[in-house]
T-cell receptor, first 115, second 109 residues
Framework: DSGVTQTPKHLITATGQRVTLRCSPRSGDLSVYWYQQSLDQGLQFLIQYYNGEERAKGNILERFSAQQFPDLHSELNLSSLELGDSALYFC??????????????FGPGTRLTVL | KNEVEQSPQNLTAQEGEFITINCSYSVGISALHWLQQHPGGGIVSLFMLSSGKKKHGRLIATINIQEKHSSLHITASHPRDSAVYICAVTDFGNEKLTFGTGTRLTIIP
């Protein structure tokens, strides 16, 4: 158990809908990362938050947004869903000052299926 | 942008064999990570290293910074080692991971 929790574990929805994925980092970790794993693209970085502020952005679509709350949990919002958004979404956290050498701990993931 | 390549893509071996998975990257990095993804999908961090060698149980990870290459070794392999092993790097100046495509390892009893 990494200490990172994600809800829900599975999500099935229809095209055009909006969903919210939730992540709670390990106790004391200030950085939260969101990653997407799809069959055709593999694992890709979406976005990072550090202590409530956006720190880095990757291949995140404009239809997607995220935020980190004062209690450090984070939410990833996916809207106007398309079939191609079906994927495993992972959250990871790392600790302390958010320095480059921090190990990342992964949550169990949320499997999103868009029908 | 860093490119991360792994080889082989798939590896099947008999129980007890010594396993080597390779990873190369194109641009200097601050750290290299080896991750394990089980069939259920969960990802576990095995190693994070920036130089030299690390060992944990039957797993050994090495990195050669000059050659931009890392290897993950498994000694006395066991069927429970069957998983996808993913190499990832963090570049200087940021903390996000850039991933290789993974190596699917199957250990046959």
């Amino acid at each position: 158990d990494s200490g990172v929790t994600q809800t829900p574990k599975h999500l099935i929805t229809a095209t055009g809908q909006r969903v919210t994925l939730r992540c709670s980092p390990r106790s004391g970790d200030l950085s939260v990362y969101w990653y997407q794993q799809s069959l055709d693209q593999g694992l890709q970085f979406l976005i990072q938050y550090y202590n409530g502020e956006e720190r880095a952005k990757g291949n995140i679509l404009e239809r997607f947004s995220a935020q980190q709350f004062p209690d450090l949990h984070s939410e990833l919002n996916l809207s106007s869903l398309e079939l191609g958004d079906s994927a495993l979404y992972f959250c990871a956290s790392s600790g302390g000052l958010g320095g480059t050498y921090n190990e990342q701990f992964f949550g169990p993931g949320t499997r999103l299926t868009v029908l | 942008k860093n490119e991360v390549e792994q080889s082989p893509q798939n590896l099947t071996a008999q129980e007890g064999e010594f396993i080597t998975i390779n990873c190369s990257y194109s641009v200097g990095i601050s750290a290299l990570h080896w991750l394990q993804q089980h069939p259920g999908g969960g990802i576990v961090s095995l190693f994070m290293l920036s130089s030299g060698k690390k060992k944990h149980g039957r797993l050994i990870a090495t990195i050669n910074i000059q050659e931009k290459h890392s290897s993950l070794h498994i000694t006395a392999s066991h069927p429970r080692d069957s998983a996808v092993y993913i190499c990832a790097v963090t570049d200087f100046g940021n903390e996000k991971l850039t991933f290789g495509t993974g190596t699917r390892l199957t250990i046959i009893p």
